[in-house]
């Protein structure tokens, strides 16, 4: 597409829910990059994808996340049982590979866990 | 990891006038990049500048990698260039961005 899609734009979600999150890339870029923007966290790294392997997952911040990319395009991430401090924008990105490539942002998800 | 630094965090501007923000960064870097955060939470692309210089319209931006640290200029600023900028670098062996805390632009008319 011609930028980088996010659904839904907008989650409420009561606690200890699941959530899925989508990410659409630009097409045609191999890199897919999950951040976290939040009031006292500023924009967290939380997972990056090349192709469909994660080589770097440092940034979940604990295990009820996880994310998959089939195809080597569409991903989503995953929150089990949400908490309130999962409240946040979750940001996709993509870029054309890793390492000294320009990355471009969807829109984002805004989630609130009530 | 890497540190980034942004100033000033804070900045009122009157239409017209001129700015500059600065990004500092602590380590070697591949990749850095300045993004303003619009009223509605986008990230919208300014520069991929990891060195040199660079103009687009009323901005442009300067990166001196081997003193860490990039500038990005605003002139003649407008009302809707208000918003937040972030300046991004990739520091190897890493790929992902690590972001600095941002600088708050408010330009009144």
């Known amino acids: 597409g011609a930028g980088v899609s996010q659904s839904p734009s907008n989650k409420v979600t009561e606690k200890g829910k699941d959530v899925e999150l989508r990410c659409d890339p630009i097409?045609?870029?191999?890199?897919l990059y999950w951040y976290r923007q939040s009031l006292g966290q500023g924009l967290e790294f939380l997972i990056y994808f090349q192709g469909n392997s994660a080589p770097d997952k440092s940034g979940l911040p604990s295990d009820r996340f996880s994310a998959e990319r089939t195809g080597g395009s569409v991903s989503t991430l995953t929150i089990q049982r949400t908490q309130q401090e999962d409240s946040a924008v979750y940001l996709c990105?993509?870029?054309?590979?890793?390492?000294?490539?320009?990355?471009?942002f969807g829109q984002g998800t805004r989630l609130t866990v009530v | 990891g890497i540190q980034v630094e942004q100033s000033p965090p804070d900045l009122i501007l009157q239409e017209g006038a001129n700015s500059t923000l600065r990004c500092n960064f602590s380590?070697?870097?591949?990749?850095l990049q300045w993004f303003h955060q619009n009223p509605w939470g986008q990230l919208i692309n300014l520069f991929y500048?990891?060195?040199g210089t660079k103009q687009n319209g009323r901005l442009s931006a300067t990166t001196v990698a081997t003193e860490r640290y990039s500038l990005l200029y605003i002139s003649s600023s407008q009302t809707t260039d208000s918003g937040v900028y972030f300046c991004?670098?990739?520091?190897?062996?890493?790929?992902?961005?690590?972001f600095g805390k941002g600088t708050l632009l408010t330009v009144n008319p």
């Open positions: 097409s045609g870029h191999t890199a």
């Open positions: 380590d070697s870097v591949n990749n």
């Open positions: 991004a670098v990739e520091n190897p062996p890493n790929y992902k961005l690590t």
């Open positions: 990105a993509s870029s054309l590979g890793l390492r000294s490539t320009e990355a471009f």
């Open positions: 500048i990891p060195s």
